[in-house]
């Protein structure tokens, strides 16, 4: 007699390495839900499935060996019915040392909404243009070498202004040729050939405004752009991890930038 079970996927957790922005392979996971532990159908590659969970939201709680614990709101009605899958990303405890030690930006600012960076030693590859083509919103991109293959996973990468003062965010939905990607939404301000595009890394705000944002200390210098939200106004301030750790100010050294122009701006100046 054949048995036959049925499971209904509810949610895909994709644990990432904020730091580096690659999937976390360790074993050591744990899932909980209001203090019970929640078993995954499938694991592997960072992903976690879980299966016949409901469609009652609810708080995920995540402790993962070598990175900070964190608490995931799933909210069912915000993902993908078809493929639900949530990006969480961790960042790495003290304890962890793979990769290189760890340093930390720390400190409060009232009203802060969110803190992310860019690392401007890393670029993935260059900006070529974009375009709309049957209804998609298409990104052509130059590899960093002649001949280069790009591959974007579907998430959000940082596209570097000419100035470097400041970046746009974009989001990746699949790579359609092996320079081109095609992107959630066009872009909100004109860009130029060889702009820099690159991974970000997430830090933590909240609660009362307090920040946290963690790097891999994996090379001689380590400047990074952050970009951090205050009331729905985004700010940048460059640092460089080794000459400026610990306690910070963030609007400290805070760029003033003007926001990026859009077609019609352009389209005025050069009247």
């Given at each position: 007699m054949t048995t036959v079970i049925k499971a209904?996927?509810?949610v895909a957790i994709?644990?990432?390495d904020t730091t580096i922005g690659r999937d976390i392979d360790e074993t050591n996971v744990r899932f909980t839900k209001e203090n019970v532990v929640l078993k995954p159908l499938f694991k592997g590659s960072g992903n976690w499935?879980?299966?016949n969970m409901g469609k009652e939201d609810f708080l995920m709680h995540i402790n993962?060996?070598?990175y900070d614990e964190a608490d995931v709101n799933i909210q069912f009605d915000t993902l993908d019915p078809r493929l639900p899958i949530l990006d969480v990303f961790l960042m790495p405890s003290e304890k962890n040392r793979a990769g290189g030690t760890i340093l930390e930006v720390y400190g409060t600012l009232p009203e802060l909404e969110a803190i992310e960076a860019i690392y401007l030693n890393r670029p993935i590859c260059n900006f070529s243009s974009v375009l709309e083509k049957r209804g998609?919103?298409?990104m052509n991109l130059i590899p960093r070498s002649?001949?280069?293959?790009?591959?974007?996973e579907s998430?959000?990468?940082a596209l570097l202004s000419e100035t470097k003062e400041r970046y746009e965010v974009f989001e990746?939905?699949?790579n359609e040729t092996q320079t081109s990607v095609i992107i959630r939404s066009p872009l909100s301000g004109e860009h130029k050939v060889n702009e820099t595009i690159y991974r970000i890394i997430y830090g933590r705000a909240g609660p009362d405004g307090r920040f946290s944002l963690k790097v891999r200390d994996d090379a001689n210098s380590l400047p990074y752009l952050i970009r951090f939200t205050v009331n729905g106004v985004d700010h940048f301030r460059p640092v460089d991890f080794h000459l400026e750790h610990g306690e910070i100010d963030l609007m400290d050294g805070e760029i003033k930038v003007e926001p990026l122009p859009g077609k019609e701006e352009e389209e005025k100046e050069n009247e």
């Open positions: 209904s996927l509810s994709h644990l990432i499935v879980f299966t993962v060996s070598g998609d919103v298409i002649a001949g280069g293959r790009i591959n974007l998430m959000k990468y990746v939905l699949e």
